[in-house]
């Protein structure tokens, strides 16, 4: 029927749930590559599916299936397979966890389901990206929390950082004191005045973290890694790393997890994967 959605084979649906975003992704398993969608907050559940109903129905077409990963609560992963499921044209979702190993990539977590999902897509998406690239690769997730994880030249996960986010840290000392606002001040090098101390604190927080894991990398392979960098919160920090890391070679990977997820969307692709996939 013209007009009508097609359920088409070689769609498939990429899902980013954090916990402030979901991120969306469509996989084109014939053209091999994403197309990336949108990104939506999920204060309330019932705006978050409106937002997705809206984003399927502008597609053109419907995924086969979806592919996610998911570091949000329980209770909002069931709403969600529970709503592509019962759509006329149900799009099943497999959530992908992480694994010892999976596409060349060995976890350094001795407990593999601890990790984040997300940042376990985020690191095999920096290695499908960087594949070629002869040095570590530090990713700095700039998003609800900060997770700064490094990739090894011989493709181990590491291990890596989680800090509190940039709103998650103005939050803590407006809500944790009695005199300190929600700072919108800018950062200076000796800051006089609350808002900008509260600022610069932060940036200073969020920046030396990584400059930790970078220093880290140079002593261990005698040269500075790949960093990339990914989050929401990452439009807040740019001007100032490029102030305090100049000549640090950085790259924007906004959607580094979605390109993760994506290894496990083509057949052959996902072959290679000895990772759980439920
Ligand atoms: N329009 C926006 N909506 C929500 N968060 C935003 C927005 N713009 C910037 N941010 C910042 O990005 C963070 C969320 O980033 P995101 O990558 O979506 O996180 P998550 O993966 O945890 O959902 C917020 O904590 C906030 O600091
Ligand atoms: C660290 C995180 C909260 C980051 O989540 P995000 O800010 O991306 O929503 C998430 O990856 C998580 O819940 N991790 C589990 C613990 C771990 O990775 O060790």
Known sequence: MTGQAVNTPDYVLLIDLGNTRLKLGLWHEDAGETRYLNAHPHQTQESLLDWLDQELLR??????????????????????????????QPIPVEWVWPAVHAHGVHNAYPDPPQLGADRWAGMLGVMKRFAHEDR?????????ATTIDTLSRDRRFLGGLILPGVSMMQMALSKGTARLPMATGEVADYPANTHAAITTGIVAAQLGAIRRQIDLSQERDQRPPLMCVSGGAWDLLRKEWHRTLPGTLVEEVPNVVLDGLSLFAGPQLRANSDGPVV
């Open 136 to 144: 570590s690769i530090v990713l700095a997730n700039f998003g609800t």
């Open 59 to 88: 597609l053109g077409v419907t995924p086969h299936k979806a592919i996610g990963v998911s570091v949000a609560s329980q209770a909002l992963m069931l709403a969600l397979e529970g709503f592509l499921a019962n759509r006329s």
